[in-house]
T-cell receptor, first 113, second 118 residues
Framework: GESVGLHLPTLSVQEGDNSIINCAYS??????FIWYKQESGKGPQFIIDIRSNMDKRQGQRVTVLLNKTVKHLSLQIAATQPGDSAVYFC????????????FGTGTQLKVEL | GAVVSQHPSWVICKSGTSVKIECRSLDFQATTMFWYRQFPKQSLMLMATSNEGSKATYEQGVEKDKFLINHASLTLSTLTVTSAHPEDSSFYICSASPARFGHGGTQYFGPGTRLLVL
């Protein structure tokens, strides 16, 4: 079936460096993508989203890039901080899909001091 | 804005008992709420979609008689795990989508409920 997956299960970065978390999706009908951050024992927290009519969107310290040609999504975190340590999930959905999200497998981001 | 709460945050129960988990959207109305289950170090697995005023839609493989869902208002959905067994122990998370136009598929998640069945 259709799935959303991540290339790297764990990413370790030094504090202050930029982080890049990648996600591959397989449903070509997907037209809305969301990145979530989940800290241990908590629910996912919305970070940023992007629609398929865009290829880049920026937030505070975060940027999401969408490459529909290769069905690839990435989350860039600038100046990574210890508080950024968490599991990051990409999720995708499509118009007419009843707002149902398909989640990727997740990437554990570890920020080293 | 877009705050979702869950209650309780954790619960321990004996095998065979039923447990009810509440999910509330605190500052917005949600015609649709979702219930997920998450095992340690794994992704979220959608269990069912809860629609206000109508029956829930369950994902394949999820027993509707086991996991009863009620969405009685635009701000409240409940999940009842009936006759719970140890294998039902998990982290249950709900999410809600704002009903107003423009938010598309954005879902806002609750803090989760950790269930331990002894």
């Amino acid at each position: 079936g259709e799935s959303v997956g991540l290339h790297l299960p764990t990413l370790s970065v030094q504090e202050g460096d930029n982080s890049i978390i990648n996600c591959a999706y397989s449903n070509s009908a997907s037209d809305y993508f969301i990145w979530y951050k989940q800290e241990s024992g908590k629910g996912p927290q919305f970070i940023i989203d992007i629609r398929s009519n865009m290829d880049k969107r920026q937030g505070q310290r975060v940027t999401v890039l969408l490459n529909k040609t290769v069905k690839h999504l990435s989350l860039q975190i600038a100046a990574t901080q210890p508080g950024d340590s968490a599991v990051y999930f990409c999720a995708e959905t499509f118009t007419g899909g009843g707002n149902k999200l398909t989640f990727g497998t997740g990437t554990q981001l570890k920020v080293e001091l | 804005g877009a705050v979702v709460s869950q209650h309780p945050s954790w619960v321990i129960c004996k095998s065979g008992t039923s447990v009810k988990i509440e999910c509330r959207s605190l500052d917005f109305q949600a015609t649709t709420m979702f219930w997920y289950r998450q095992f340690p170090k794994q992704s979220l697995m959608l269990m069912a979609t809860s629609n206000e005023g109508s029956k829930a839609t369950y994902e394949q493989g999820v027993e509707k008689d086991k996991f009863l869902i009620n969405h009685a208002s635009l701000t409240l959905s409940t999940l009842t795990v009936t006759s719970a067994h140890p294998e039902d122990s998990s982290f249950y998370i709900c999410s809600a989508s704002p009903a107003r136009f423009g938010h598309g598929g954005t879902q806002y998640f609750g803090p989760g409920t950790r269930l331990l069945v002894l």
